[in-house]
């Protein structure tokens, strides 16, 4: 699917509806708890296909209107469609019934029957068929998840690798609850969400790099940070030729991801999602710090 540009993201026909990108920052972030909590009733495991599932509701409202449809039948059928494409098992009855089990808890709707579930189900083929219209049924859809492995075997020193491993897969997730995958790369995502993750364990991974990226330790910071994204990127790069050999497609052309600017605004993306999901007194207690500096 085409990235969209930044500057486009909160442009779009919810705008000409009055809906503004404060509440569609929002609904994106609705739209994946509503996909975690189905996945979750699923007992569905798998992080890429949530992660795909919250992608494909969000990039289909960005080119159509909250409300002109059922958001919520929408990201069901986002993920009906991301198990057809990672899992190949898209298990439709117990898709139904975890749905209405979580509408009833939201809208309080009448018990199932046969004939509701019959309802149900079609409703879901028809956004489904929606859906493959809007990204012009395009599957090969890189995700961050695919290259989680690669940048924790070269990238983290081994002690802290699984741990490293887990956090990431969370992180990611998260970040499919802003708008941040519609606009950058997957590898900005992956590389952002791994500063993150490696901020936890209090290790600067372009500071002290493992031997196995075959990095020289360089001193000063912003020169090792450029250096750093260098050989990540030659290794991500490596990584999708290796696959692309093995499957004969055809390699895409060369050029520069991973930009700091990239990375800078995606990790600011990634911190207003946090502020939304705190309460208004935890937002107030980060918000008086920035007062009384303008105050002084």
Not at 260 to 283: C, I, R, S, T, V
């Amino acid at each position: 699917m085409k990235l969209i540009k930044k500057k486009d993201i909160f442009q779009n026909i919810n705008t000409e509806y009055e809906i503004s990108a404060q509440v569609q920052r929002k609904l994106l972030n609705g739209n994946a708890q509503f996909v975690i909590d189905l996945a979750i009733n699923l007992e569905l495991n798998s992080y890429s296909t949530v992660s795909l599932a919250i992608h494909l509701c969000n990039y289909f409202f960005h080119h159509k209107c909250y409300l002109q449809y059922d958001r919520f039948i929408v990201a069901a059928a986002s993920l009906l469609l991301a198990q057809k494409i990672k899992d190949g098992d898209p298990r439709m009855r117990k898709l139904l019934i975890s749905f209405h089990r979580i509408m009833q808890s939201i809208e309080q709707t009448r018990m199932a029957n046969e004939a509701l579930m019959q309802s149900l189900q079609n409703k879901l083929c028809i956004a489904e068929s929606r859906i493959l219209k809007v990204i012009e049924y395009e599957f090969d859809i890189k995700l961050p998840n695919d290259y989680i492995e690669v940048i924790c075997k070269k990238c983290v020193p081994k002690k802290f690798e699984e741990a490293t491993f887990h956090t990431l897969k969370i992180l990611i997730l998260d970040s499919y609850r802003t708008y941040a995958p519609l606009v950058f790369h997957s590898w900005v995502i992956l590389v952002g969400t791994f500063l993150v993750a490696s901020s936890q364990f209090s290790y600067i991974p372009y500071m002290s790099p493992p031997p196995q990226l075959n990095m020289a330790q360089i001193t000063n910071e912003e020169e090792a940070y450029k250096v750093w994204l260098e050989h990540v990127e030659n290794e991500l790069r490596e990584f999708d030729v290796n696959k692309m050999n093995n499957t004969n497609s055809k390699q895409p052309e060369k050029t520069t991801i991973l930009k700091q600017e990239d990375l800078k605004d995606f990790l600011l993306a990634f911190n207003e999602m946090l502020f939304l999901n705190q309460g208004p007194e935890q937002q107030q207690s980060q918000l008086q710090p920035q007062q009384t500096l303008h105050q002084s």
